[in-house]
């Protein structure tokens, strides 16, 4: 793999996510909404957790066992080890049944147009689907978990974690995915891919599509997210200050962050600290990466989401309805920590959340500031 010279640094806010989709619709008009056979690729969407997720069930706990990726909460697993079993982590899933088919909605039955009135008085797949293997992006959307007053869930934007070491690049026997040395970006040299899926069926967050087309060029090969790089690459193209990632640029509630990492530097040396993900990451240590078990080294980070508390007899209790537990089987620093460790790491960052809302030492106001992101250059730093 080529040196990388700087890493793109991405770090999303949970705290702050509407569940709005503007980012899923900014990636789907940009890449795939004309190719045929991309109609079910969702390179970015907003999960419901605790859900099955897109693909369907793409993360089960306790699946990854069975497929022999190590489990966090027992002996902290060997890197190498790891790794491998990573690479070869689950099948390659069936599009209609775990992805889902792409459907229309039954807008004549609710949007009435042409006068009358309404049948139906909110959106549904039309046709409906049905059976057991039913499915779509966002098919648990806002279904939450446990029951009142103590039911919870919250929304997890995906896209490609363009990782450090990822499995798509190891797993491909073409050499087409590679890391583009320049910024880290993951990318898949069309012309090399043959369409073998193993990158599909390597990477453990499932971002890789296989485009079962058969009229264009692009069909019967491998696509994934590219950081929409065009913009980066030409930003004068697309109008002043788009020299970012569309889904970034749309996000209504200011997810998202952006910068780059230089693997030379300290973490908290003077070149990376003028990137505001970096400072969310090392210095403040409020970021995490999403299963870091599986090896990878994504380069997305999430701030778990805080939650109310829960309710005994009518009274607020000091437990959160999102379980740490829980958050922690999603997130970490690293892929050797053990599930109290994690446990540890979220209790600390759930402090620190709530601690910045009113501390006024100096390190409490910066990240305050940070993740109040009053304008758009707090959060997309790419051009720096």
């Not at 994934?224 to 970034?248: S, T, V």
């Not at 908290?268 to 080294?297: D, R, S, W």
């Not at 030492?361 to 305050?368: F, G, K, N, Q």
Request: hydrophobic residues 30%; neutral net charge; proline residues 9%.
């Amino acid at each position: 793999m080529a040196t990388i010279q700087k890493q793109v640094r991405m770090v999303f806010d949970l705290n702050k996510c509407l569940g709005c989709q503007a980012c899923t619709m900014a990636c789907k008009t940009m890449w795939t909404d004309r190719d045929k056979g991309s109609e079910y690729m969702y390179w970015n969407n907003v999960e419901t957790r605790p859900g099955r997720g897109y693909p369907k069930d793409w993360w089960v706990p306790g699946e990854q066992d069975k497929a022999g990726i190590p489990d966090p909460t027992t002996t902290p697993p060997d890197y190498d080890e790891l790794r491998q079993a990573v690479r070869w982590y689950n099948e390659v899933k069936p599009v209609t049944s775990d992805y889902g088919a792409p459907w229309e909605y039954n807008y004549s039955e609710v949007l009435k147009t042409e006068g009358g009135d309404a049948t139906s008085q909110k959106m549904a797949p039309s046709p409906a689907p049905s059976g057991e293997k039913a499915y779509a992006a966002n098919w648990d959307e806002d279904v939450g978990a446990t029951d009142m007053p103590d039911n919870y869930y919250f929304y997890l934007p995906r896209i490609c974690n363009h990782c450090a070491k990822p499995a798509c690049v190891a797993a491909c026997p073409r050499k087409a995915i590679y890391k583009r040395p320049e910024d880290g970006i993951v990318v898949i040299d069309q012309s090399r891919c043959r369409g073998w899926r193993y990158c599909v069926k390597a990477c453990p967050y499932k971002k890789v599509f296989y485009n079962p087309g058969d009229s264009l060029a692009s069909s019967r090969k491998s696509q994934k997210c590219i950081f929409c790089y065009p913009r980066l690459e030409d930003p004068n193209n697309f109008g002043a200050g788009m020299m970012h990632p569309f889904c970034f640029t749309q996000c209504v509630g200011r997810v998202r962050y952006a910068g780059y990492f230089f693997p030379d530097e300290d973490p908290l040396g003077t070149l990376n600290q003028q990137y505001n993900v970096n400072k969310l990451i090392y210095k403040h240590g409020v970021a995490l990466q999403l299963h870091p078990e599986f090896g990878t080294e994504p380069n997305l980070y999430y701030v778990p989401p805080l939650s109310t508390p829960t309710i005994v007899a009518g009274a607020p209790t000091a437990t959160r309805r999102i379980p740490v537990s829980y958050l922690a089987k999603l997130f970490g620093d690293n892929p050797t920590q053990t599930q109290t460790e994690r446990e540890t790491r979220v209790t600390e960052i759930l402090a620190k959340l709530e601690a910045a809302r009113t501390a006024a030492d100096p390190d409490a106001t910066e990240l305050r500031q940070i993740l109040t992101a009053k304008s758009e250059a707090d959060r997309l730093q790419l051009n720096l």
